[in-house]
């Protein structure tokens, strides 16, 4: 499983997302992989995988043409339940 944090970097939930996604890999051991929406690839992931709202989470299979499961908007999901999809 693959772990996406799709957001825009510049706006006020960055922080929030930069440091989830710190925190994440720090506690848990998994990378979140931090997708910036102002880049094509990140509009791209957005469009593809169905994201109205930011910032979202994504758990994506291996071969990233299945979404498993996704949180999107404020507030974040806890570690516990995105660590449950990893």
Do not use: Q
């Amino acid at each position: 499983m693959k772990l996406y944090a799709v957001y825009h970097p510049n706006s006020e939930h960055a922080r929030i997302v930069e440091e989830f996604v710190h925190d994440f890999e720090h506690i848990k051991g998994t990378p979140i992989k931090a997708v910036s929406l102002e880049t094509r690839d990140g509009a791209a992931m957005a469009t593809l995988y169905g994201v109205e709202r930011y910032p979202a989470i994504l758990a994506v299979k291996e071969d990233d043409h299945v979404l498993v499961k996704h949180w999107e908007g404020l507030p974040l999901p806890t570690m516990n339940e995105v660590d449950g999809y990893r």
